[in-house]
Nanobody, 122 residues
Framework: EVQLVESGGGLVQAGGSLRLSCAASGFTFDDYAVGWFRQAPGKEREGVSC????????YYADSVKGRFTISSDNAKNTVYLQMNSLKPEDTAVYYC???????????????WGQGTQVTVSS
């Protein structure tokens, strides 16, 4: 059974940093892509970043480019999202998701974690 568990969310002041983790079980990261999505209250879920574990390719939404960094530790089956220079508009529930390749569309991902809350105060 594929399982994804996010951790690392919390409350931080604007300009601060957080590192989210996505620990996977039931499959091998080597063959999958892992994406980070977020959903703010009243808004649709949006893609933030994605990493293709097979070749290490990474992708970022324009809104986070230069501030967020995605990485993976295949030995630990864990993907990280380092978030720096956080802004109040980054406040959302952050989810990791896994499937065969990277996509900006949530519907393309078949496996999801439960989400972790990130709140950035101004």
């Amino acid at each position: 059974e594929v399982q994804l568990v996010e951790s690392g969310g919390g409350l931080v002041q604007a300009g601060g940093s957080l590192r989210l983790s996505c620990a996977a079980s039931g499959f091998t990261f080597d063959d999958y892509a892992v994406g980070w999505f977020r959903q703010a209250p009243g808004k649709e879920r949006e893609g933030v970043s994605c990493i293709s574990s097979s070749d290490g390719s990474t992708y970022y939404a324009d809104s986070v480019k230069g501030r967020f960094t995605i990485s993976s530790d295949n030995a630990k089956n864990t993907v990280y999202l380092q978030m720096n220079s956080l802004k109040p508009e980054d406040t959302a529930v952050y989810y990791c998701a896994a499937d065969a390749w990277c996509s900006w569309y949530p519907g393309d991902f078949g496996s999801w974690g439960q989400g972790t809350q990130v709140t950035v105060s101004s």
